[in-house]
């Protein structure tokens, strides 16, 4: 069965870290773009950041930059986002996903539109608040 897996999120004070796995199973995700997702309460889906398959290229929304770090780790089949600079807007539920790419794609990812993506994991739950 092809799965991802959230884990790491919590409650954390504004100004706090938190750093979110998301790991694979059923299938390795050495031919994917990974994309984190959230979405807060009452508010659509946002894209928050992806990496590609090859060459470690990211993108990130605006509203995270400088703050957020994507990365992977293929020989453990997971792909991470550290999140530092904690604010209170950032309170959602988290979601990996998985897009596979082609050959010519392995150097690129994308955070819209949504339906690129092939796979998705349950969602991890982050509160910022003190």
């Known amino acids: 069965q092809l799965q991802l897996v959230e884990s790491g999120g919590g409650l954390v004070q504004p100004g706090g870290s938190l750093r979110l796995s998301c790991a694979a199973s059923g299938f390795t995700l050495d031919n994917y773009a990974i994309g984190w997702f959230r979405q807060a309460p009452g508010k659509d889906r946002e894209g928050v950041s992806c990496i590609s398959t090859r060459g470690g290229r990211s993108v990130y929304a605006d509203s995270v930059k400088g703050r957020f770090t994507i990365s992977r780790d293929d020989a453990k089949n997971t792909v991470y986002l550290q999140m530092n600079g904690l604010k209170p807007e950032d309170t959602a539920v988290y979601y990996c996903?998985?897009?596979?790419?082609?050959?010519?794609?392995?150097?690129?990812?994308?955070?819209?539109?949504?339906?690129?993506?092939?796979?998705w994991g349950q969602g991890t739950q982050v509160t910022v608040s003190s």
């Open positions: 996903a998985a897009d596979q790419k082609r050959f010519f794609e392995l150097f690129r990812c994308v955070l819209s539109p949504e339906a690129e993506y092939d796979y």
